[in-house]
């Protein structure tokens, strides 16, 4: 686990008086907004969560899509989910979409006030004949019943489209509103494995508002400028268990010190 986990680094870490920007990916905006102190032990003390295991299969769908979805990009051409749902709009064609779709570079603008540069790798983007992009997001679970964006933690899901569609208007973009979440669900209803699975697919249209990503931004920034360690959030599971076993471990220094 040692090899996996390293709970001290000392790489990407904020550094207060450095002139260098400094990297934001998108996911961390989000951990900003789920638990500030959380944020700060990443970003400023180098001390990150641990690691949730890689979705392997999740990233299988999300690679087959994209290949799928690269043919009717080269052919200019609409994906037949597009004409099942009615969606006036086909694969974005861009020299830099295979940048914009890598983790390690993704799409990027340097906000000026705070220095910071922010980043976040998308899934797909799609133009409509008025040359606006929609920002499309690729989900896979497997559930029973229809796959939806109504629970409240997707507010993440929301969070991570409005940050996309805000990266490409700052880099210039049209871009409507409205994005796209294309969810694939997989079935198990079937009568046997057979060595496939079986997925139903559903676009789900979602009209993002970005108005908070530059406030956040900002609010980011000076938590990262502070000296102190910002209060945890209420219900960040990882800060109640690190304070839950700072407690019994103080309970048991004490007891053993009695002992001695």
């Known amino acids: 686990m040692s090899d996996y986990y390293n709970s001290k680094r000392t790489n990407n870490i904020f550094k207060p008086d450095s002139k260098i920007p400094f990297r934001i990916s998108r996911s961390k905006i989000d951990l900003f907004l789920e638990c500030p102190r959380c944020f700060y032990m990443d970003r400023r003390l180098g001390v990150a969560r641990p690691p949730g295991y890689p979705f392997t299969l999740n990233s299988a769908v999300d690679t087959l899509l994209k290949k799928e979805f690269d043919i009717h990009r080269a052919g200019k051409s609409k994906h037949p989910l597009m004409e099942e749902y009615g969606i006036d709009a086909i694969p974005f064609e861009h020299e830099k979409i295979d940048e914009w779709r890598d983790v390690r570079r993704g799409i990027t603008y340097l906000d000026p006030e705070t220095n910071l540069l922010i980043m976040g790798a998308i899934d797909d983007v799609w133009i409509n004949p008025q040359g606006e992009l929609h920002i499309v997001d690729y989900k896979a679970t497997s559930k029973n019943g229809e796959v939806s ?23 210039n973009f049209k871009v409507s509103n409205i994005g796209y979440f294309v969810y694939c669900n997989g079935k198990t209803d079937t009568k046997a494995f057979d060595k496939k699975i079986e997925f139903d697919v559903k676009v789900i249209p979602y009209e993002g508002d970005d108005s908070w ?13 502070s000296e102190e360690i910002p209060e945890m959030a209420e219900d960040c599971d990882y800060c109640n268990y690190r304070k839950a076993a700072a407690q019994e471990a103080y309970k048991k220094m004490k007891k053993n010190a009695k002992r001695a």
């Open 149 to 171: 964006l109504d629970a409240p933690w997707q507010i993440a899901y929301k969070r991570q489209m409005e940050i996309y569609q805000w990266l490409f208007r700052k880099n």
């Open 213 to 225: 990503v530059q406030k956040t931004i900002k609010e980011l920034h000076q938590c990262l400028l």
